[in-house]
């Protein structure tokens, strides 16, 4: 598979991810306890080239799709993540460079002030992954949201994953919203509130307080 062509699937993956997130977790505090709504017909396998169940691959036969997931204090993730790439989807190596960026869909920080271990990865181009981390992930740090045990598909990851360029504040906001929402419904996100997508996409740029 050409790493153009992964990307297209994984984006796919997500807009699913984003419609039915019940099969989609992006965090989780334990692989052995995935809660049964989420369970589905999986299975989790430990990474056997990664030391002290560092990283999962997690199976859903049901969707015919492989996950990977890495501890969030785990370093080599890079490494493991391209290998699994490469022996998984037959990914050539030499498309692996140093554009591509292999990234935690919840940040290592948010994941372990909220109480989640291990975390979902993806494959990100260098520049997104740089334009979310910068200053809209640190944002999150500063919530006071409880700690949960797991934490499912979110406006953010899917934006980001799906290359969406995100409002650097307030005022791009306002003027990109109706651009953002008619982005993600192109992609096929369904939103299912009535009072429509920017609603929602308001009520959690607010609730998480985004920018």
């Not at 430990?46 to 890495?70: C, G, H, K, M, T």
């Not at 997104?128 to 500063?142: D, I, V, W």
């Amino acid at each position: 598979m050409k790493i153009k062509d992964y990307f297209v699937k994984q984006k796919s993956e997500m807009v699913q991810a984003f419609n039915k997130p019940a099969h989609y977790p992006i965090g989780i505090k334990n692989p052995n306890n995935f809660p049964t709504f989420l369970k589905r017909k999986h299975e989790i396998k430990f990474d056997p080239n990664v030391r002290n169940n560092n990283a999962f691959i997690r199976y859903n036969s049901e969707l015919d799709q492989i996950e990977y997931w890495v501890h969030i204090n785990y370093t080599g993730y890079r490494k493991s993540y391209f290998r699994h790439l490469e022996e998984a989807f037959n990914i050539s190596s030499e498309e692996l460079t140093s554009d591509w960026h292999a990234d935690h869909m919840l940040g290592r920080s948010f994941a372990r002030k909220f109480g989640v271990e291990y975390v979902r990865m993806c494959l990100l181009h260098k520049d997104q992954n740089t334009s979310y981390g910068r200053k809209f992930e640190k944002n999150l740090l500063k919530q006071n949201h409880r700690k949960r045990d797991i934490f499912l598909m979110t406006y953010l990851c899917a934006m980001k994953v799906l290359d969406i360029k995100i409002p650097l504040n307030n005022n791009e906001y306002e003027k990109r919203k109706s651009e953002i929402v008619q982005n993600l419904i192109n992609e096929g996100v369904v939103f299912h509130d009535q009072r429509g997508g920017e609603h929602s996409l308001d009520q959690y740029f607010r609730c998480w307080k985004i920018i």
